[in-house]
């Protein structure tokens, strides 16, 4: 029989302390700790700009919802996505009691908009309502259960919205 090199063996053992060493006390291996360098370390290429396309309408509304905090109670705004990521919005206030309330859109950017108020729970409070942009328009609104959602579709247009929404009665 032939026997390993005391120096492989060695090796050998070292290595596997070097293993157990690295468990944490549930037997999974800790995270690698990066080796000390003294030059620059290469970083991953940060993703192409041309690929990725600023929301030009993110923030459009900020000031003048925050302006009418005190007159419309519950307000919604922003934008409909990134261009080339637009997508319906829905806004939701589960608190809002059954009662008398006007929806008030606003938007700016798309030609127009398609709004449908519902209920949390999914009841529609009538049919679909064609908005055109840029404009505000007020849908009164029976809410009969708890909870409203107010659902915006751009057609996939970027542009931006305010919702707000006061009680009537």
Do not use: H, K
């Amino acid at each position: 029989m032939r026997r390993a090199p005391i120096p492989m063996v060695i090796a050998g053992v070292a290595a596997s302390l070097g293993i157990l060493a690295a468990c944490t006390p549930q037997g999974d291996l800790a995270p690698e700790q990066p080796a000390p360098t003294s030059g620059p370390v290469a970083t991953p290429a940060a993703p192409s700009s041309a690929a990725v396309t600023p929301d030009p309408w993110a923030g459009y509304f900020d000031e003048e919802a925050r302006a009418n905090q005190r007159e419309v109670p519950t307000q919604f705004w922003g934008s409909f996505g990134d261009v080339g990521g637009v997508a319906v919005n829905r806004s939701e206030n589960q608190t809002l009691e059954p009662g008398g309330y006007a929806v008030t859109v606003r938007c700016e950017g798309p030609d127009g908009l398609t709004v449908t108020v519902e209920t949390s729970a999914g009841t529609r409070l009538g049919d679909p309502v064609a908005v055109a942009c840029p404009a505000a328009t007020t849908l009164p609104v029976d809410l009969t259960e708890r909870g409203l959602v107010v659902m915006l579709d751009s057609g996939g247009q970027a542009g931006a919205y305010l919702i707000g929404i006061s009680p009537t009665s």
